[in-house]
Every structure is written in C-alpha cells, then in structure tokens.
C-alpha cells in the first residue's frame, strides 16, 4: 500500500509540475495572442489610411482630368479658331504688328504685292477714327 | 500452594493442638481467600487494563487506518481535480492556439491588402506626376501661344476698329461657320457704335451674307462681286467705305 501511495503522490506532483507549465504555456500565448490581435488593429488603421490616400489621389485623378480637358479645348478649339482670326486678319490687311514697342507707338509693317511698307504711328495724337482711317487706307477696294 | 506461606503452615501445624484452631483456621482461611480475591481482583484490574489498551491501540489504529484512507481518497479526488483541469486546459490551450493562428493569417492578408494598396497609390502617384507634368506644360505652352495670338487680336481691334467673330452656325441658312465683323470708329460723335456685317462661308469656301446692321442698300451688289472674285478684302473695304458714308454723310 506505501508504494501504491508514494506512486500516487508523486503523479501527483508530476501534474502539479505540468499544470504549472501549462499555465505558464497560456500566459505566453495570451500575451502573443495579444500581441497578433495589437498588430491584426495597426493593420486595419494603416488600411483606412492608406485606402483614404488612395481616395485623395483618385480626387486629383479627377482634377488632373478637368485640366487635361482645358488644355485639349484649348488645343482644339481655342487656339484653332484665334489662329484663325489671326488668319483672316492678316488676309484683310496684310499687315505685321511689332509689339515691343512704347505703349503709344504702333508700328508695323505692310505688306503690299509689290512692296513692304512700314508702319510708325503714335496713337496718342490722332483721334481713334483717323488711325482706323489710315490703317484701312492700306486695304484696297478695288475688286 | 505458593500463597501459603511458610509461616502459616508452622501456624497451622501448630494449631492442630489448639483449641481455636477453627478460629484461627477460619480466620487464616478468610486470610487465604482475601489474598485470593485480592490476586484475583489484581488479574481482573489487569486484564481489564490489557483489555482497555487493547481496545485503544484497536480503536486508533482503525482511526489511523481511517484517516489514512481518508487521505488517500483525498488524493485520489485531487489526482482526479487535477486530471479534469489538465484536460481543461489542454482544451483552452488548443483554442487559443487555433486563435493565435486565426490571427496571424489575418495578418498576414491584412499585410497583403497593405502592399497592394500601397503599390497602387505608388503607380498612380508616378503616373499623375508624368501627366501633370505634361499637361501642364502643354498648357503653358498653349497659354503662351494664346497670349500672343490676343496680342495681335487686340491691336487689330483697338487700332484698326475691325473685330472679327467666329459663329458655328446651325441655322439652315448657312451651314459651318459664321462670320461676323465689326467695324467701329466708323461715326464721329460715336466711336464705339458696332456697324456688323454678319456673313457665312459654305463649305466650297464661298462667301454668303447673312445680314448687316445698320443695312446697307447696295450690299446685294457687293455680295455678287464678293462671290465673283472671292475678293474679302476689298468687300470689306468697300462695305467699311459704305458704313463710313452712311455715318458721317
């Protein structure tokens, strides 16, 4: 009967002995699975965030879109039709305009089917009618 | 009979010649059985006392033996405690494991979900940079481009008084493009009054007119040398020249 206690008793003290490592077995995956459950929620943070700059980016998608259809109603339209304009001015009167110039004097140049002639005018001593006169004196009626 | 003493027996060989014998016979016998009762009184105390301790050395041994198995029943029970709780945590352990492992492969798509997102906002991030680039210079260079191309306009408009407008027409008097100049500084008093001639060009490049404002009385005629010579400037000319006339007649 002794060695059938002493046996008992020290089974017993082998499961004290395992019950204890097993408890300290659950503390470490707790504390892991913690730790997983800590880095599972930083995951999901860096995801709305990262998801919210991919919004703010498809937002300038949109922005880059309207300018880039600014640019091609000007390529296709605007410019076309003031080159145009600038066309059938030229057409009408054959004349160049120099630009950098005082901000009275108009000059330019005329040009004419058998010669060039130059354009010198100060705006600020004539009357708008007698330079329009002068200018259009340039464009012939004849038919 | 070793309770007889030596002593007595002298007495009683002695007595034989005397007349109390049965006196002191009687007596010693009485004697006799006191020392007896005595002895035997002694043996019962004794035999009581065996008995008693006897029965105590029984009785605590049976209490030992009781207690004991007491104990080891305890035993056992807690051996048994002991064995349910292992398995019990056994089972806890495995779950959490089962829930470690859960966690970690949500982790690890989470991580994946994170990649490729930030891959995505990557490529897209390079490629609007390349395409603002791009569309903004071409929209400098177009902005350039238009700048100087005002320039010219507006000194044609402000000198020469000539503005000329483009109208997509969708009437179906004139299909394609409209038109219109505006010739001012034409009246004295009035320089900005408009004197418009409105005008379409069809597609094999002839010109139409459309209308005049103020009308012009010989503008059919200038139409029909128009579109005889298709001649713009001088048409244009010869209508400023009738506007002129009209204005300062």
Redesign the interface.
Known sequence: MAQV?ER??R??LD??E??QR??H??ES??Q??GR??A??QT??A??QF??R??ES??N??HE?EA??N??DE??TE??P??????Q??Y?????K?E?DTQPNI?KGVHYGADLATPIN?D?SAR???D??DQ??AF????? | MSCLSSSKIQLIMMSVTDPNLSDRFTSAMEEIHNEHLKTYADIVDTTADLSHSHRQFVKSALDTCLKKCKD?EK??E??QT??R??GH??M??KE??L??SD??A??QE??M??ED??Q??QK??EE?IK??DL??F??AA??D??KN?????L??QD????E?R?ILGKTQLVKGEK?QFVF???H?SD?DSAYVITMGIKENGSYQIVSSDPVVDCLPVLES?LQ??N????F???V??EFISLARS
């Open positions: 206690e008992a008793g089974g017993l499961m004290q395992e019950k097993r408890d077995e659950l995956l707790e892991q699975l997983c459950t880095k599972s995951a999901d860096e995801i990262l998801q700059e991919l980016l498809r300038s998608e880059l300018l880039q600014q640019v000007d390529t605007v410019i039709s003031a080159v145009y304009v600038a059938v001015y057409l009408i009167t054959k004349i305009w630009y108009l005018i705006t009357s708008r009618n330079v329009s200018l259009w464009v012939s009626t004849e038919w | 080891d035993l056992f807690t051996i002991f064995k709780e292992l945590k056994k806890i352990l959490k494991q829930a470690i966690t970690m949500e982790v989470k991580e979900q994170k997102i930030i995505k906002i897209l991030k609007q395409r603002k569309i903004q071409q929209n177009n902005k481009r238009l191309l005002q320039k010219a306009r000194v044609f000198h020469l008084g000539l000329i483009t038109l001012r500084y034409i004295p320089q040398r005889e010579t001649n713009l400037q001088a244009l000319a010869n400023r020249k």
